[in-house]
């Protein structure tokens, strides 16, 4: 199945390199292409998109936006934000607004490629522990951090919330079984059905609504 990508970014250079990099994969291809957020918006009305490489500081609509109104659609595309700083505000932005994850605009291409097909398939990008580090330090800024718990988390089994608080820690699938002496299958069963219950797509999700929810704190744990 090819993947069909979307590049946004004002710089040229950058998108023809992207291109040629994509373009020299079997499994995927490159159907549109857009200079800022109002005209990666106007595309997508007519492209049909798997994933969207997003850069954050553009003219006219800036990345964090876009990709606030492309998620907000029904049945969106993985938007996968680019920024230049590892501990960026637009790359929490993003998270926020969305994305299912960041990556660094110098990259290694291989990395990229990895990180392209994973957001295809529905998996995070980033290592929950990188989202954490962004989460410690931008936290402050969410809303619903001085609330200790949120309606939405009543949804959850006792057994989810444990699952759902060391996601938020950064811990994989196989640390967690490791940790709640459980099976990784069973393991990744809770966090499929923690996605669902919450209406989440992403483990990126988890964390940042763990951050939001209060039941993880910034520098600490839940």
Known sequence: MTIRVMLVDDQVLLRTGFRMVLAAQPDMEVVAEAGDGV???QELRTAEVDVVLMDVRMPKLDGV???RRICADTDPPKVLILTTFDLDEYAFSGLKAGASGFMLKDVPP???LAA???VHSGDAVVAPSTTRRLLDRFAPM????KQPQHKELERLTEREREVMVLVAQGLSNGEIAARLVLSEA???THVGRILTKLGLRD????VVLAYE???VRAGGHG
């Open 116 to 118: 392209i097909r994973a």
């Open 65 to 67: 936006e876009t990709t």
């Open 186 to 188: 069973t393991v990744k």
């Open 203 to 206: 483990r990126v999700q988890v």
């Open 142 to 145: 969410l809303p619903g951090t």
């Open 110 to 112: 291989a990395e990229l």
């Open 39 to 41: 005209e990666a918006l």
């Open 213 to 215: 929810t209060g039941l």
